[in-house]
T-cell receptor, first 109, second 113 residues
Framework: DAKTTQPPSMDCAEGRAANLPCNHSTISGNEYVYWYRQIHSQGPQYIIH???NNETNEMASLIITEDRKSSTLILPHATLRDTAVYYCIVNNAGNMLTFGGGTRLMVKP | DTEVTQTPKHLVMGMTNKKSLKCEQH?????MYWYKQKAKKPPELMFV???????INESVPSRFSPECPNSSLLNLHLHALQPEDSALYLC????????????FGEGSWLTVV
């Protein structure tokens, strides 16, 4: 699976949009971009995934660049409960999730 | 419903004990996984079961022994563990082994004394 690069930490003000970037410059054509988050002491929670089109669900939006070398997870109105480690994972159909370091998002009042 | 249930939530065991972690899902998923997570580190894959057969073992020491009695259950048998094996053990499942979203349980916190 392709390697991903994320900033180790980010801050966001409560109520504002949180934009979490991810670089995956070696992604191949059949690899999906997945986002998970892990709130302290809990199991990872699936957020969203996409192949090449932008995706939106009730939790977040995923914007994938046209060349697919990077993506951004958008939490439109961050709350204190969104404080977590966010993992961007590139995964082929082999379905083995390999977690990188992730981004620790701190939402502040 | 995307629920994966793990028991116990917390386990303390001695180095000579034998214990088991249990995982259950009723979503009809045919792939199940064990991950290990040390403090402040990302989860690391240990085992993958596909259609009740072990398909991936990431060079895990034999003191960890997985078992998949049926398509809904996954066990991790523990024997002669070391203190450095203390970690959060995460179970996960997906519809199949190819291209399906993986859902995680809340984990079992293991402390080896």
């Amino acid at each position: 699976d392709a390697k991903t690069t994320q900033p180790p930490s980010m801050d966001c003000a409560e109520g504002r949009a949180a934009n979490l970037p991810c670089n995956h410059s070696t992604i191949s054509g059949n690899e999906y971009v997945y986002w998970y988050r892990q709130i302290h002491s809990q199991g990872p929670q699936y957020i969203i995934h996409g192949l090449k089109n932008n995706e939106t669900n009730e939790m977040a939006s995923l914007i994938i660049t046209e060349d697919r070398k990077s993506s951004t997870l958008i939490l439109p109105h961050a709350t204190l409960r969104d404080t977590a480690v966010y993992y961007c994972i590139v995964n082929n159909a082999g379905n083995m999730l390999t977690f990188g370091g992730g981004t620790r998002l701190m939402v502040k009042p | 419903d995307t629920e994966v249930t793990q028991t116990p939530k917390h386990l303390v065991m001695g180095m000579t004990n034998k214990k088991s972690l249990k995982c259950e899902q009723h979503m009809g998923h045919r792939a199940m996984y064990w991950y290990k997570q040390k403090a402040k580190k990302p989860p690391e894959l240990m085992f993958v079961y596909s259609y009740e057969k072990l398909s991936i073992n990431e060079s895990v020491p034999s003191r960890f022994s997985p078992e998949c009695p049926n398509s809904s259950l996954l066990n991790l048998h523990l024997h002669a563990l070391q203190p450095e094996d203390s970690a959060l053990y995460l179970c996960a499942s997906s519809h199949g082994p190819l291209g399906a979203t993986i859902y995680f349980g809340e984990g079992s916190w293991l402390t080896v004394v």
